[in-house]
Nanobody
Framework: QLQLVESGGGLVQPGGSLRLSCAASGFIADVYAIAWFRQAPGKEREGVSCISSSGGSTHYADSVKGRFTISRDNAKNTVYLQMNSLKLEDTAVYYC???????????????WGQGTQVTVSS
């Protein structure tokens, strides 16, 4: 019964910024870690970032470290992914997923959003 909805995707030029949101409902948000995954056409799903249930620890893929920032506002049941200095390689559908603990493997996450498209193009 966990439900996640992503928003904030769109078209942006290289070097630009976007902020994605993941709104959670149907469960107590502050007991779940939230991860962001992405998938580009013809490529495997890739873990991007994860934040613990309390927000006390965060994790980033090497490809986005220093450019992306994950945060959460448990009062709003929302997790954010701030994406700066965007590159062409960041183009993908971005998904958020919930599980009690962070993992780099999507198979551990039982609740997923529908995805939001991010396109980086000049």
């Amino acid at each position: 019964q966990l439900q996640l909805v992503e928003s904030g995707g769109g078209l942006v030029q290289p070097g630009g910024s976007l902020r994605l949101s993941c709104a959670a409902s149907g469960f107590i948000a502050d007991v779940y870690a939230i991860a962001w995954f992405r998938q580009a056409p013809g490529k495997e799903r890739e873990g991007v970032s994860c934040i613990s249930s309390s927000g006390g620890s965060t994790h980033y893929a090497d490809s986005v470290k220093g450019r992306f920032t994950i945060s959460r506002d448990n009062a709003k049941n929302t997790v954010y992914l701030q994406m700066n200095s965007l590159k062409l390689e960041d183009t993908a559908v971005y998904y958020c997923a919930a599980d009690p603990v962070c993992s780099w493997y999507g198979r551990y996450f039982r609740s997923w959003g529908q995805g939001t498209q991010v396109t980086v193009s000049s």
